[in-house]
């Protein structure tokens, strides 16, 4: 009976009370605004190698507009056509690429049920 009231008695009081001096208390974190969009099409000129595997020759590179990632930084959408390994064109591959501090982070293929596939490409 004890522990279950002492448990109780803890829900009622306000989580963001703390009694520890303020120079002991965690920073509110930094703002994640993602700044200005990046301009994807000089990024991707620079370097696409960042997107696309050396020695896939894409050709035909499209990219859509930047938008806000869900976890910071941007996203946009990238297509090439693509050739293999073996010299055997792969046709239109699609990534979804993100974009932070003007670096590539992550990039991920995408089939066409994916939302880039319903986005408006601009040619590089």
Sequence with gaps: MVLLV???????VDSNLSFAP???????????????PPDVGSLLK??????????????DLR????VAGKYGGWDSCVQ?????????????QTYLVTIDRN????????????????QTYKPI
Excluded: I, Y
């Design 80 to 92: 090439g056509d693509v050739v293999g390994v073996t010299g055997q064109p792969l046709g239109v």
């Design 63 to 66: 990219f859509s507009a930047p």
């Design 46 to 59: 620079s370097n696409v190698n960042a997107v696309f595997a050396q020695g896939s020759s894409p050709a």
């Design 103 to 118: 670096q590539v982070g992550r990039r991920e293929r995408v089939g066409s049920d994916h939302w880039c596939a319903r």
């Design 6 to 12: 002492t448990g109780l008695c803890g829900c009622a």
């Design 22 to 36: 303020d120079f002991m208390k965690q920073a509110p974190a930094a703002s994640s605004e993602p700044g200005a």
